[in-house]
Protein backbone atom coordinates (compact mmCIF):
# COMPACT_ATOMS: atom_id res chain seq x y z
CA UNK A 1 0.00 0.00 0.00
CA UNK A 2 0.99 3.30 -0.35
CA UNK A 3 3.38 4.61 2.07
CA UNK A 4 4.50 7.98 2.94
CA UNK A 5 8.07 8.92 4.88
CA UNK A 6 9.46 11.57 6.37
CA UNK A 7 13.30 12.55 8.00
CA UNK A 8 14.97 13.26 10.35
CA UNK A 9 12.66 12.09 13.23
CA UNK A 10 14.22 14.79 15.17
CA UNK A 11 15.97 17.84 15.01
CA UNK A 12 16.97 20.40 17.46
CA UNK A 13 18.60 23.61 16.43
CA UNK A 14 19.58 26.71 18.13
CA UNK A 15 17.22 29.89 17.48
CA UNK A 16 18.16 31.71 14.17
CA UNK A 17 19.30 28.32 12.51
CA UNK A 18 18.20 26.94 9.47
CA UNK A 19 15.28 23.88 9.24
CA UNK A 20 14.52 21.64 6.55
CA UNK A 21 12.32 18.24 6.96
CA UNK A 22 11.94 15.91 3.79
CA UNK A 23 8.87 13.59 2.60
CA UNK A 24 9.14 10.81 0.28
CA UNK A 25 5.97 8.96 -0.81
CA UNK A 26 5.87 4.80 -2.70
CA UNK A 27 3.57 6.31 -4.64
CA UNK A 28 3.30 9.11 -7.15
CA UNK A 29 0.64 11.38 -5.30
CA UNK A 30 -2.19 13.68 -6.56
CA UNK A 31 -1.75 16.59 -4.03
CA UNK A 32 0.67 17.14 -0.78
CA UNK A 33 -0.40 18.69 2.33
CA UNK A 34 1.77 20.11 5.34
CA UNK A 35 0.77 20.10 8.90
CA UNK A 36 1.74 21.09 11.80
CA UNK A 37 0.45 19.84 15.62
CA UNK A 38 1.61 21.61 18.52
CA UNK A 39 2.68 19.47 21.90
CA UNK A 40 -0.96 18.26 22.84
CA UNK A 41 -2.85 19.80 20.00
CA UNK A 42 -4.04 18.30 17.13
CA UNK A 43 -3.10 18.74 13.50
CA UNK A 44 -3.52 22.34 11.73
CA UNK A 45 -3.44 22.49 8.25
CA UNK A 46 -0.42 24.61 6.29
CA UNK A 47 -0.22 24.42 2.75
CA UNK A 48 -1.00 22.09 -0.05
CA UNK A 49 0.55 21.68 -3.29
CA UNK A 50 -0.15 20.36 -6.31
CA UNK A 51 1.73 20.69 -9.48
CA UNK A 52 4.95 19.28 -10.70
CA UNK A 53 8.09 21.02 -9.56
CA UNK A 54 6.22 23.65 -7.57
CA UNK A 55 7.35 26.27 -4.33
CA UNK A 56 5.57 28.02 -2.49
CA UNK A 57 6.30 30.60 0.55
CA UNK A 58 4.81 31.54 3.22
CA UNK A 59 6.85 34.20 5.06
CA UNK A 60 9.77 32.26 6.70
CA UNK A 61 8.42 28.76 5.18
CA UNK A 62 9.29 27.40 1.90
CA UNK A 63 7.40 23.93 0.42
CA UNK A 64 8.69 22.34 -2.64
CA UNK A 65 7.09 19.49 -5.00
CA UNK A 66 9.16 17.31 -6.87
CA UNK A 67 8.85 17.19 -10.43
CA UNK A 68 8.09 13.58 -10.30
CA UNK A 69 5.00 14.39 -7.67
CA UNK A 70 6.80 11.33 -5.08
CA UNK A 71 8.61 14.17 -2.99
CA UNK A 72 8.06 16.90 -0.93
CA UNK A 73 10.65 19.71 1.38
CA UNK A 74 9.55 22.22 4.49
CA UNK A 75 12.69 24.64 5.15
CA UNK A 76 12.12 26.93 7.87
CA UNK A 77 14.51 29.54 7.56
CA UNK A 78 16.15 31.81 10.62
CA UNK A 79 13.97 29.24 13.27
CA UNK A 80 11.99 31.01 16.04
CA UNK A 81 10.67 29.55 19.28
CA UNK A 82 7.46 29.58 17.76
CA UNK A 83 8.27 27.40 15.29
CA UNK A 84 7.97 24.49 18.00
CA UNK A 85 5.93 21.60 17.30
CA UNK A 86 5.71 18.52 14.47
CA UNK A 87 5.53 18.97 11.39
CA UNK A 88 3.92 15.88 8.87
CA UNK A 89 3.68 15.73 4.97
CA UNK A 90 0.63 13.71 3.73
CA UNK A 91 0.31 12.44 0.57
CA UNK A 92 -3.15 11.72 -1.81
CA UNK A 93 -3.26 10.07 -4.67
CA UNK A 94 -6.71 8.53 -4.09
CA UNK A 95 -9.20 9.45 -1.80
CA UNK A 96 -7.47 9.34 1.22
CA UNK A 97 -4.73 10.92 2.94
CA UNK A 98 -1.68 9.33 4.16
CA UNK A 99 0.62 10.97 6.48
CA UNK A 100 4.37 10.35 7.35
CA UNK A 101 5.45 9.79 10.60
CA UNK A 102 6.12 13.89 11.07
CA UNK A 103 9.44 15.27 12.05
CA UNK A 104 9.44 16.60 15.28
CA UNK A 105 11.27 20.54 15.50
CA UNK A 106 12.60 21.59 19.24
CA UNK A 107 14.28 25.38 18.93
CA UNK A 108 16.76 26.36 21.61
CA UNK A 109 16.50 30.25 22.67
CA UNK B 1 -17.61 27.78 11.07
CA UNK B 2 -17.96 25.96 14.79
CA UNK B 3 -15.27 23.59 13.40
CA UNK B 4 -14.94 19.93 14.06
CA UNK B 5 -16.20 18.07 17.25
CA UNK B 6 -15.32 14.99 19.14
CA UNK B 7 -16.90 13.58 22.20
CA UNK B 8 -16.01 12.56 24.52
CA UNK B 9 -12.14 13.85 25.15
CA UNK B 10 -11.03 11.15 27.10
CA UNK B 11 -12.12 7.85 28.05
CA UNK B 12 -10.92 4.97 30.31
CA UNK B 13 -12.34 1.26 29.32
CA UNK B 14 -11.51 -2.01 30.29
CA UNK B 15 -10.43 -4.91 28.64
CA UNK B 16 -12.84 -6.44 26.61
CA UNK B 17 -15.57 -3.89 26.93
CA UNK B 18 -17.35 -1.67 23.27
CA UNK B 19 -16.51 2.13 23.52
CA UNK B 20 -18.18 4.12 20.55
CA UNK B 21 -16.76 7.92 19.41
CA UNK B 22 -18.88 10.79 18.38
CA UNK B 23 -17.76 13.22 15.45
CA UNK B 24 -19.96 16.35 14.37
CA UNK B 25 -17.78 17.82 11.64
CA UNK B 26 -18.01 21.24 9.80
CA UNK B 27 -21.51 21.29 8.41
CA UNK B 28 -20.86 22.33 4.85
CA UNK B 29 -18.01 19.48 4.54
CA UNK B 30 -19.03 16.41 2.94
CA UNK B 31 -15.74 14.22 3.63
CA UNK B 32 -15.36 12.73 7.09
CA UNK B 33 -11.98 11.15 8.43
CA UNK B 34 -11.05 9.07 11.02
CA UNK B 35 -7.24 8.65 11.96
CA UNK B 36 -5.51 6.89 14.94
CA UNK B 37 -2.73 8.37 16.52
CA UNK B 38 0.21 7.29 18.89
CA UNK B 39 2.56 8.98 20.91
CA UNK B 40 5.61 9.90 18.40
CA UNK B 41 3.57 8.84 15.17
CA UNK B 42 1.65 10.46 12.62
CA UNK B 43 -2.13 9.58 12.29
CA UNK B 44 -2.75 6.35 10.74
CA UNK B 45 -5.26 6.35 8.50
CA UNK B 46 -8.42 4.23 9.61
CA UNK B 47 -11.52 5.15 6.87
CA UNK B 48 -13.61 8.26 5.41
CA UNK B 49 -16.74 8.93 4.11
CA UNK B 50 -17.90 10.78 1.25
CA UNK B 51 -21.93 11.79 2.42
CA UNK B 52 -22.94 8.67 4.09
CA UNK B 53 -20.85 6.11 2.17
CA UNK B 54 -18.09 4.78 3.80
CA UNK B 55 -15.32 5.24 0.43
CA UNK B 56 -12.48 3.27 1.91
CA UNK B 57 -11.03 1.10 5.21
CA UNK B 58 -8.05 0.61 5.75
CA UNK B 59 -6.71 -3.02 5.13
CA UNK B 60 -5.17 -2.51 8.79
CA UNK B 61 -8.32 -2.45 10.87
CA UNK B 62 -9.46 -4.75 12.30
CA UNK B 63 -12.98 -6.45 11.95
CA UNK B 64 -13.73 -4.53 15.63
CA UNK B 65 -13.99 -1.39 14.12
CA UNK B 66 -16.86 -0.37 12.60
CA UNK B 67 -17.85 3.56 11.36
CA UNK B 68 -21.29 5.10 10.36
CA UNK B 69 -22.14 7.83 9.13
CA UNK B 70 -25.68 7.24 8.69
CA UNK B 71 -27.02 11.17 7.65
CA UNK B 72 -24.07 11.86 5.94
CA UNK B 73 -23.63 14.57 8.94
CA UNK B 74 -22.32 12.99 12.27
CA UNK B 75 -20.11 9.94 12.46
CA UNK B 76 -19.63 7.39 14.90
CA UNK B 77 -16.75 4.67 15.35
CA UNK B 78 -17.20 1.79 17.58
CA UNK B 79 -14.15 -0.53 18.66
CA UNK B 80 -15.58 -4.07 20.22
CA UNK B 81 -13.86 -6.15 22.51
CA UNK B 82 -11.14 -3.53 23.18
CA UNK B 83 -7.49 -4.54 23.36
CA UNK B 84 -4.45 -2.77 24.82
CA UNK B 85 -3.19 -2.10 21.75
CA UNK B 86 -6.50 0.04 20.94
CA UNK B 87 -5.24 2.60 23.35
CA UNK B 88 -4.05 5.69 21.32
CA UNK B 89 -5.84 9.39 20.00
CA UNK B 90 -8.75 8.91 17.87
CA UNK B 91 -8.83 12.05 15.79
CA UNK B 92 -11.49 12.94 13.28
CA UNK B 93 -11.37 15.54 10.60
CA UNK B 94 -13.35 17.41 7.53
CA UNK B 95 -13.15 18.94 4.18
CA UNK B 96 -14.06 18.80 0.78
CA UNK B 97 -12.78 16.72 -2.20
CA UNK B 98 -8.97 17.70 -2.53
CA UNK B 99 -8.85 20.09 0.35
CA UNK B 100 -7.18 20.30 3.97
CA UNK B 101 -8.91 18.70 6.44
CA UNK B 102 -10.09 20.35 9.74
CA UNK B 103 -9.17 17.85 12.97
CA UNK B 104 -11.42 17.62 15.97
CA UNK B 105 -9.33 17.75 19.53
CA UNK B 106 -9.52 13.80 19.44
CA UNK B 107 -11.28 11.28 21.86
CA UNK B 108 -8.11 9.51 23.87
CA UNK B 109 -8.94 6.06 24.87
CA UNK B 110 -7.05 4.26 27.75
CA UNK B 111 -7.54 0.43 27.85
CA UNK B 112 -7.04 -1.12 31.45
Known amino acids: GQQVMQIPQYQHVQEGEDFTTYCNSS?????IQWYKQRPGGHPVFLIQ?????EVKKQKRLTFQFGEAKKNSSLHITATQTTDVGTYFC?????????FGQGTTLQVKP | DTGVSQDPRHKITKRGQNVTFRCDPI?????LYWYRQTLGQGPEFLTY????????KSRLLSDRFSAERPKGSFSTLEIQRTEQGDSAMYLC??????????FGNGTRLTVT
Open chain 2, 27 to 31: SEHNR
Open chain 1, 49 to 53: LVKSG
Open chain 2, 49 to 56: FQNEAQLE
Open chain 1, 90 to 98: AGRNTGKLI
Open chain 1, 27 to 31: TTLSN
Open chain 2, 93 to 102: ASGGYNSPLH
